[in-house]
């Protein structure tokens, strides 16, 4: 049998997250919990008012920022402890109170876009010269004033926003069923031997050298899902249909456009990534032929798809050496960010290996005072090593967004999420590859790069693909079955792989696993963050100094300016389909040097 999934009773508390940094204790967050549900009133106080002078909408955005800092932590508390074991009723009502709580609260607030937004422009003009502390609230002023066409009247505001926690409901139950209830059975490899399937060891199973292991887990694993693909699809369909009741509410005239104007970007930025991409089809052909080629197999099958097409030159990868190796590749970022990095290792930010129960996957939280936490379901891969980079360069961001930005402009927008946490990725990269001169080494490493333009470039770009398509259907009309929705993922996997590709039908079924179909056009941001990060993290490379001051910039603009306009600071124009034409260059040349290796 394989290693065994402890429950979460039995983890050492070194590997987990010390969540007693937000409340020290289950009591202390009931009983915020019961101060923050006297603050309707104190909100309703303001309603009615915030235009009659500068100094009441002062005092509105003051209240605004406390509201934003205590429910962050209310809900990432809830959030994190229902995460940690999403099998615990006792944090699963926990989590469903702090949602009752903010639905409470932002119906209560709801009035505010709408008197903002009625304002004059040359009262607001004048505000500012009157009371110019609201010089630091003008760009959450311009957020709802460039929203004009899209807010509705208090009431209808405030019904929009009661209906929050109904909208919720498809991810709520999505995330239970792959988390909790959904069991798998143990499968063999080809001793007879078994191992333990989840969702945390799927893709271990699937990089196993042992094919018959590959496959019997590959076909067990979608074979359950399958059992439940009714469901799922039923979710997605509602999914959307709550997407298509905001949007249409709203005004807009997609439920794509509706996601994308509340960062600020363009559509035609999501839809020039999959043209972009689709032009550079060949690559991603090349590489798969390349995979099949070195892999030695006369079919090359789905379950192929994660497997090392070079010998493991590294082995288990230990998460004390993980945070080492780490620290020194990002070293190049200045003695202040890895000062940063330390803390969060040596500070029990990270909740480190996988649990019964807990939550798949990794995540930096948006609980940011005082500091972020990090889910990973560590595995001692080469992989895993990346994934802790990835998810620290996500906590860094919202640290130096943090500092340097008052609190209504100190988060950052999905679109360059992505970015900071990528950017350490390839810096980690660039790292392992600059210090080492082993042939296998070097042969392992850039199938890893490899990798990582097949996984956040490509595929990425395949599922943003796939919800641009889930978001049409129901546009249209049509009820996103589960045969439908097997049909078009099962096309788009014959077209992203190509023709040396046995496109098996089981992964047709693979969408029925991705939960950031539930996140609302998120998925394209991977696919441009990493072509801005591949683009910063080589110009720091190259330039050294004032390109990492540049780069500090752009981390701690948290959301002063549009997206586009902060990536500027670091040098990247992703108005443009240069970044991503670059990254893919990048891809080619990498292909090229493997194909000599191999």
Known sequence: MSEKILPRSEVKEEYTWNLADIFPSDEAWFAENDELKKLPEKIESFKGRLAESAETLLEWFRLSDELQVIMSALFGYASCKSDQDTGNGFYQDMKGKAMNTYVAISGAAAFAKTEIMAMDEDKV?????????????????????????????????????????????????????????????????????AHQLT????????????????????????????????????????????????????????????????????????????????????????????????????????????????KDAFGRVKFEDAKETVLKALAVLGEDYTDMLKDGFDHRWIDVYENEGKRGGAYSTDVCRPHPYVLLNYKERLDDMFTLAHEMG?????????????????????????????????????????NTEDKAERAFLINHFLESFKSTLYRQTMFAEFELEMGRMSEA???????????????????????????????????????????????????????????????????GEPAVKDYKKFLSGGSSADPISLLKLAGVDMSTPAPVNSALKLFGELIDEMEKLG
């Open 199 to 310: 969702n945390g060891s799927f893709v271990p199973l699937e990089m196993s050298e042992d094919r018959v292991l590959r496959e019997n887990a590959f076909k067990a694993f979608y074979n359950r899902y399958g059992d439940f693909k009714n469901t799922v699809a039923t979710t997605l369909d509602y999914q959307f249909k709550q997407l298509r009741f905001f949007a249409d509410a709203r005004k807009y005239q997609s439920t794509i456009e509706a996601s994308l104007d509340n960062t600020e970007v363009p559509v035609p930025v999501y839809l020039n990534l999959i043209e972009a991409v689709h032009q550079n089809m060949d690559k991603m052909h090349r590489y798969v032929t390349l995979r099949k080629k070195l892999l030695g197999v006369d079919e090359l099958h789905m379950y192929d798809v994660y497997m090392p097409i070079v």
């Open 125 to 193: 003009n004048l505000f500012y010269i009157v009371q110019p502390e609201l010089e630091t609230y003008k760009r959450s002023i311009y957020d709802v004033r460039r929203m004009a066409a899209h807010i509705l009247s208090p009431a209808e505001e405030k019904l929009l926003a009661a209906a929050g926690e109904m909208a919720a409901a498809p991810d709520e139950i999505g995330g239970i069923l792959r988390n909790a209830d959904l069991k798998f059975p143990d499968v063999l490899d080809a001793a007879g031997e």
């Open 394 to 434: 996500h906590s860094l961001h919202s640290v130096h967004s943090e500092k340097h930005q008052p609190v209504n402009t100190s988060g950052y927008v999905i679109f360059v999420a992505e970015v900071a946490s990528t950017c350490n990725e390839v810096l980690l990269m660039r790292y392992l590859l600059n």
């Open 477 to 543: 009309g049509q009820t996103l079955t589960a045969d439908a929705l097997c049909e078009k993922y099962h096309e788009l996997n014959k077209l992203y792989f190509g023709p040396d590709m046995n496109v098996d039908e089981e992964i047709g079924l693979e969408w029925a696993r991705i939960p950031h179909f539930f996140y609302n056009y998120y998925v394209f941001q991977y696919a441009t963050g990493f072509s801005a990060a591949v683009a910063i993290a080589e110009r720091i490379l190259s330039e």
